[in-house]
């Protein structure tokens, strides 16, 4: 029963070391301790979003970065095509005008030589009639040298004309 | 981070232990030394101190260790007393004097040196000290009796126990404010030194203890749960060294601490709580008058049991290895039979140690058990409003 009674002085006692203790550490140790271990938590908290932050600030530009890349790409493309096709419509132009030109060319020259054939037949014609005439001027004069070949021939004619 | 973190914590724990090994192995030694040293002494002492002792009280001094006043022996040595008392090499006492305050109508406010007490007859001036005990002596040096019991003065004495808890008062002083200038010195950085080894316990409690039982309001409570944990468990690992005394396994000390609580957690209750005590809401009437006075019983029940539990846990941690440690000195019959007292002690003192690390482990468990339940006590006592 000894053991379980307690005694007055050490309770006092007790009591006033204990509070004692309590206030002096509250003030002394836990109240810096504890504000410098928040501080620090905070601290650390802060650098962790911090760099969070700064890790998808760095996607994010990353990510910018590969649009851009593809953008200039695409557009490289666009314009390549288009100088394709604007190289093409003008070499084709080019053709179709070259081609144009070669006809109107070989046209005019047919028309020409058409003119000048035109021109060298009529030539010939004309020359060709007064040969004719100069021919059978000269047979006809030769042929009726003499009376009885001229009679005959008219003795001819007039037997194929029936009236 | 999460991962770092534990394994940080994980890192600590393990120095944490590794010095724990250290101090334990160290510290016993020394009280084996030391507890051989002692009784061996102490039984030399009283049989020289025979004769001219004619009247002394302490059967066990007298007739030396017996199985009859083994537990006087072992009470005496957990229970607290004037002087803080060493060890004894033949018939010097090696201890230290300590302050004796007392107040009695008859004789005022005296106060004096525990040393003043005469060597034999234990008296100085009017005041006798008897088995830890002050009593009042008459002029004539007759006992004073008063309805046939000796009386005692008011007794607000620097008893061992006092001492050793001002003891731990200076200790926890000079670490926690060492720790405190790490912090101001270094602001924002890793901690160094004491300041390493103290940081994760103050998490531990501010984290485990406080956060999870307080919520919300668990700053207000975290420096007060804080000096609870580390002057329990100071006191605890204290009261582990040799010739050290027995703190926080003295009733009065532990029953000072759950009044604490008593007033911290019932000065905090609000009305919720009261609520629940007083007129506990959604139980039919009549059943209301059989709770009532279970919930103002529940009220001292919780704080009594907090201060048995620590003064029962450290008591009989105390008695078990001075139990297990007397075996050698029973067995060995006072020196008659030294062979069975030395066989003995292969079995004993392996056994000590085994139970002296258990010790330590409830020095820590102990400190965190109380500060824990005062915790929940006061987080129970202040519910959210809706509940």
Do not use: C
């Not at chain 1, 081609?99 to 000048?116: F, G, L, M, S, T």
């Not at chain 2, 010095?19 to 030399?44: K, P, R």
């Amino acid at each position: 029963m000894e053991l379980l009674t307690p005694a007055l002085g050490l309770f006092f006692w007790t009591l006033v070391v204990f509070l004692v203790i309590v206030f002096l550490l509250k003030k002394l140790a836990w109240k810096p301790i504890l504000k410098a271990i928040k501080d620090r938590e905070d601290s650390i908290e802060e650098a962790l979003n911090a760099a969070e932050k700064a890790r998808t600030e760095m996607n994010q530009l990353q990510s910018g970065i590969a649009e851009a890349k593809k953008e200039a790409a695409s557009e490289r493309e666009r314009i390549m095509k288009e100088a394709n096709e604007m190289k093409s419509s003008i070499l084709d132009q080019a053709k179709k005008d070259a081609q144009a030109e070669a006809q109107r060319i070989v046209a005019d020259a047919r028309e020409a030589i058409q003119k000048e054939k035109a021109a060298a037949m009529t030539d010939i014609k004309s020359q060709v009639a007064s040969l004719s005439l100069e021919i059978a001027e000269k047979v006809l004069t030769k042929k009726f040298e003499d009376k009885s070949a001229q009679e005959a021939l008219v003795q001819e004619y007039l037997e194929t004309v029936s009236l | 981070m999460r991962h770092v973190k534990s394994g940080v914590r994980g890192f600590w724990r393990v120095k944490n232990f590794a010095f724990l090994l250290a101090f334990m192995t160290f510290s016993w030694s020394f009280a084996n030394a030391n507890g051989h040293e002692a009784e061996h002494d102490s039984t030399q002492n009283e049989v020289a101190g025979h004769e001219n002792q004619n009247h002394h009280a302490d059967a066990h001094e007298e007739e030396g260790f017996t199985a009859a006043n083994m537990s006087s022996t072992i009470l005496h040595h957990i229970s607290d007393a004037h002087e803080w008392h060493f060890f004894s090499v033949g018939g010097t006492h090696f201890s230290l004097p300590l302050p004796v305050i007392v107040y009695s109508e008859q004789y005022g406010l005296d106060m004096f040196l525990s040393s003043s007490f005469d060597h034999h007859t234990h008296i100085y001036k009017n005041y006798k000290e008897e088995h830890g005990h002050i009593v009042l002596l008459n002029e004539d040096g007759s006992e004073m009796m008063r309805d046939g019991n000796p009386v005692h003065p008011t007794d607000l004495s620097v008893t061992k126990n006092v001492a050793s808890m001002l003891l731990a008062f200076i200790i926890l002083l000079l670490i926690f404010t060492s720790v405190a200038k790490g912090y101001r010195k270094r602001p924002g950085q890793a901690p160094k030194g004491i300041q390493s080894f103290m940081e994760p316990l103050i998490l531990f409690v501010r984290d485990e203890i406080a956060k999870p039982n307080l919520g919300h309001n668990y700053a207000r409570f975290t420096p007060y749960l804080l000096t609870l944990f580390f002057f329990i468990w100071v006191n605890n690992m204290l009261g582990l060294l040799p010739g050290a005394a027995n703190v926080t396994g003295n009733i009065a000390v532990t029953m000072m601490l759950a009044l604490l609580s008593l007033i911290i957690t019932n000065v905090n209750g609000n009305k919720s709580y009261w609520m629940h005590i007083l007129w506990p809401p959604g139980i039919p009437t009549p059943v209301k008058f059989i709770l009532i006075p279970v919930e103002i019983i529940s009220i001292f029940t919780k704080p009594f049991a907090l201060m048995i539990r620590l003064f029962a846990n450290i008591t009989a941690g105390h008695i078990i290895i001075m139990s297990i440690l007397s075996l050698i000195f029973l067995f060995s019959e006072n020196g008659m039979n030294m062979g069975a007292g030395f066989g003995v002690s292969f079995a004993s003192v392996p056994f000590a140690i085994f139970l002296y690390t258990l010790e330590l482990l409830v020095a820590a468990i102990q400190a965190f058990i109380f500060t824990m339940l005062t915790a929940l006590f006061i987080g129970q006592a202040m519910p959210a409003e809706h509940h």
